[in-house]
């Protein structure tokens, strides 16, 4: 059977891991911590979803040593903290292991045989020295996109709000037997997970309304809808969606919609608050790098200017200090 582990099993790793239990296909555990983990050890995973709710009993530790290599690990920590634990993944990866990094963000892998001449680009805002592409490999890596959205309602339990999209791709486009049969068990979970000839198109999708909305959540505190229809913040996020469009552009990304209908995607979302906003909040680290720094860095890369985009960071930057 095929073993797969979810590493940082919050909301949408308690949710991938819960669909993939559930179906018991394949042999899942989970790595977790805190008071989460000490409630699935108890009472299991609960998810709740459509109305629906279930509890599976994967395995669940917080040591990833007691777990052993795998088959797949899908990473699913913020971008942001993918450094700080290289070295708890390293038990984790057999010769021939693959890791799906289900994440928010211009992904590090990003140039890895993109072709071109930037292919083998390191990118410093989310690799900072290189040190993920050296420790854990690029030939390694899944791309996917994550479209859902859940929270941890209490330790133990994932509410999935809405989304059930999460497409994955390898950097080359290849359709490999390893990208078919990871995507095969999370289809057969319940996840929408085909395998993209490219993912980078849909990378930059889900990114120009992220780079965008959560920044300008965090300076005015706009749920997705207030941001999307009040005319002064509609403003300001049309401008830096048109400057990251360039960039881009730049790097060969083709955009399936326009700006305003980005817009209207995120104003459909309704009333919500942008996970950027709830950690600035909280008082934890956020993507900001990930999200909107590295399309900065980008930009400087291909010589596009982005006064917008640049003015956004600096004051998210201010804001958003823990």
Same mark, same amino acid.
């Given at each position: ?84 634990? =290289? ?11 693959? @890791? ?8 590090? $892998? ?12 390191? @990118? ?8 993920? $592409? ?23 339990? @994932? ?31 319940? =996840? ?15 990114? $120009? ?36 469009? =360039? ?15 980005? @817009? ?59």
């Amino acid at each position: 059977m095929t073993k797969i582990c979810v590493f940082g099993a919050g909301a949408i790793g308690g949710y991938i891991g819960a669909r993939l239990a559930h179906k018991a296909e394949s042999e899942v555990s989970l790595v977790a911590r805190g008071p989460h983990l000490a409630a699935m050890e108890a009472n299991g995973l609960i998810l709740k979803q459509g109305g629906e709710t279930f509890t599976v009993h994967p395995r669940v530790s917080s040591d990833p040593k007691t777990l052993g290599s795998q088959d797949y690990v899908i990473v699913t920590v913020k971008a942001h903290a993918l450094t700080g634990v =290289l070295d708890q993944l390293q038990p984790l990866l057999g010769k021939d292991t693959t @890791i799906l990094f289900a994440q928010n963000g211009l992904p590090w $892998w990003y140039f890895y045989k993109h072709g071109g001449p930037y292919d083998g680009r390191r @990118i410093e805002s989310v690799d900072p020295g290189g040190k993920i $592409w050296e420790r854990l490999g690029p030939e390694r890596a899944l791309g996917s996109v994550v479209w859902q959205a859940a929270e941890l309602e209490s330790p133990g339990v @994932i509410a999935h709000a809405y989304g059930d999209r999460l497409p994955i791709a390898e950097p080359s486009g290849e359709k490999t037997p390893r990208a078919m049969l990871l995507s095969k068990l999370l289809m057969s979970a319940g =996840l929408k997970s085909p395998v993209r000839g490219n993912l980078r198109d849909e990378i930059w999708l889900k990114l $120009w309304g992220n780079l965008s909305f959560n920044p300008v959540s965090v300076l005015t505190q706009g749920t997705l809808l207030q941001l999307a229809t009040d005319k002064g913040t509609r403003k300001v996020i049309r401008g830096m969606m048109q400057e990251a469009r =360039l960039v881009g552009e730049a790097l060969g990304v083709k955009f399936s919609v326009d700006v305003d209908e980005r @817009i209207a995607m995120a104003e459909k979302v309704g009333s919500h608050r942008t996970s950027m906003l709830q950690d600035v909040e909280a008082g934890r680290p956020t993507e900001l790098d990930s999200l909107l720094g590295v399309v900065i860095e980008l930009a400087q890369m291909v010589g596009i200017a982005t006064p917008t985009l640049n003015l956004v960071y600096d004051l998210t930057k201010f804001r958003s200090r823990t």
